[in-house]
T-cell receptor
């Protein structure tokens, strides 16, 4: 069965360190997204990609970067982790950009920045 | 900009019906979606409305009124497992989904 996985599921890091969160999907979807979820804010879009070599900034992109070298993977990098980046991070993918877009979410990564 | 408003919490009795409302402000509106998220889990797609009216999927229905910038999710025959957070999301001119802050539904016996 097709799926979308994230690793690690839990991560503790220190302020200033570089951290990379992995996202891998076997849906063969062109579109991939990274969100962060915080209490009171719902899901906020960090970065997204519509295909290989394509990346775009979302609503809260400062301090984050992504790269898309193949269809299956969209790693999210925190260049220099800050305590404000403590959050739950979700990766998602979709097969269409049309109005009736269904996004499939990974299980999430809980990140704690000390 | 975009904004979505939905109640933060709703409590309902098992077997009853509950309605979760969502009002939105956005440019280039293309449709309203609903996602369910259980505690500790990932959001999962429930329904989509691109046109005015009611869409039914089993115990869940979703309604949209584009003229009122309003929609709702209707859950019937509530079960304990329906206790979760429910998010409305709009597809707008930016071609991305913009999510509301979610409604936490608690189903009580």
């Amino acid at each position: 069965d097709a799926e979308i996985t994230q690793s690690p599921r839990h991560k503790i890091t220190e302020t200033g360190r570089q951290v990379t969160l992995a996202c891998h999907q076997t849906w063969n979807h062109n579109n991939m997204f990274w969100y962060r979820q915080d209490l009171g804010h719902g899901l906020r879009l960090i970065h997204y990609s519509y295909g290989v070599q394509d990346t775009n900034k979302g609503e809260v992109s400062d301090g984050y970067s992504v790269s898309r070298s193949n269809t299956e993977d969209l790693p999210l990098t925190l260049e220099s982790a800050a305590s404000s980046q403590t959050s739950v991070y979700f990766c998602a993918s979709s097969g269409t950009k049309g109005p009736q877009e269904t996004q499939y979410f990974g299980p999430g990564t809980r990140l704690l920045v000390l | 900009g975009q904004s979505l408003e939905q109640p933060s919490e709703v409590t309902a009795v098992e077997g009853a019906i509950v309605q979760i409302n969502c009002t939105y402000q956005t440019s280039g509106f293309y449709g309203l979606s609903w996602y369910q998220q259980h505690d500790g889990g990932a959001p999962t797609f429930l329904s989509y409305n691109g046109l005015d009216g009611l869409e039914e999927t089993g115990r869940f229905s979703s309604f949209l009124s584009r003229s009122d910038s309003y929609g709702y999710l209707l859950l019937q025959e509530l079960q304990m497992k329906d206790s979760a957070s429910y998010f409305c999301a709009v597809k707008s001119g930016a071609n991305n989904l913009f999510f509301g802050t979610g409604t936490r539904l608690t189903v009580i016996p």
